[in-house]
């Protein structure tokens, strides 16, 4: 019986394997030291600012560095099906982490600033959106263990996962037509009404660095959609090029933008200068 998981001269045949290409090691170790990074920086902001709802885009966080360390692993053994697999379902299913922050920090945001500008009522911003994204994760994870587990699930396993991702996306769609909406209200009240608790320089700042990076995990969803409609096989797939433009660097940039803006940093002005005043007085 030939074997296919080798050339004739002893190096790995790429090609058979779930790559379906060679894979380049050096971008698994570059993308896992930038996330090891990011994970760092973000936890060390969360105790300076106590942020803990920021808990989820970390625990994400961690698991890109995981899943890209895990990567680096399974390009020396690709046919270990477990490695291969534990690296790509925490890269396909840690942005969703990443995006239950970012229903959490709207509503902060709507909270601190003019809660009468939501289309909706913020509190239950995170409550609504959280449990979307908890079911697009456990289908995510469903479908990636079928594609991974048994060859013969395949399709199914793609059918699945494709799903969690409609879901996600979807519900990114209905977070962002409201942050929209709310955006477009508020600006009218400014000048005109006082912002909750911190000035309207804050609470624009954290929201127009949510909007950028809740568009950088939405293009990476829809991004993933598309990946996955050409099959398990397909040229972007077995290219891992497409991984890293579309998937590594958008999730980089939108957890690097909370590390630039902090909502830490902004959401506490006015309450500490109030806190201070009280004080003196």
């Known amino acids: 019986m030939t074997d296919r998981t080798h050339h004739p001269d002893g190096s790995i045949n790429y090609e058979a394997s779930p790559y379906g290409e060679q894979p380049r090691l050096f971008l698994a170790q570059f993308a896992a030291g930038i996330f090891v990074l990011l994970f760092l920086v ?4 969360a105790i300076r600012f106590k942020t803990r709802y920021m808990g989820a885009a970390i625990a994400g966080c961690l698991m890109e ?8 692993i399974s390009i020396g053994n690709p046919f270990q099906i477990a490695t291969y697999a534990s690296q790509h379902g925490l890269i396909v299913i840690s942005p969703v982490l990443v995006a239950a922050t970012q229903y959490v920090m709207l509503e902060k945001v709507i909270h601190h600033s003019y809660p009468e500008a939501s289309p909706v009522k913020h509190t239950l911003i995170t409550k609504v959106f959280v449990v979307g994204d908890v079911i697009a994760f456990f289908v995510q994870i469903a479908g990636s263990g079928m594609l991974l587990s048994d060859p013969k699930n395949a399709d199914l396993g793609i059918k699945v996962l494709m799903a969690g991702l409609v879901v996600q996306v979807i519900s990114f769609a209905l977070y962002l037509s409201i942050a929209i909406v709310f955006y ?3 600006v009218k009240l400014v000048g005109h009404a006082s912002a909750g608790l911190v000035d309207d320089n804050a609470w624009r700042t954290v929201f127009a660095a949510l909007m950028v990076s809740g568009g950088m995990v939405f293009l990476r969803s829809v991004f993933r959609i598309v990946e996955f409609s050409y099959g398990f096989r397909g040229f972007i797939a077995t290219n891992e090029i497409y991984l890293y433009v579309f998937d590594f660097a958008l999730m980089a940039l939108a957890l690097l933008v909370f590390n630039v803006y902090h909502p830490g940093k902004y959401l506490r ?3 500490t200068s109030e806190y201070r005043d009280m004080s003196s007085a």
């Open 42 to 45: 973000h936890l060390g902001q």
């Open 65 to 72: 560095a995981i899943g890209y360390t895990s990567r680096c």
């Open 184 to 186: 477009l209200r508020a």
């Open 269 to 271: 002005a006015r309450v």
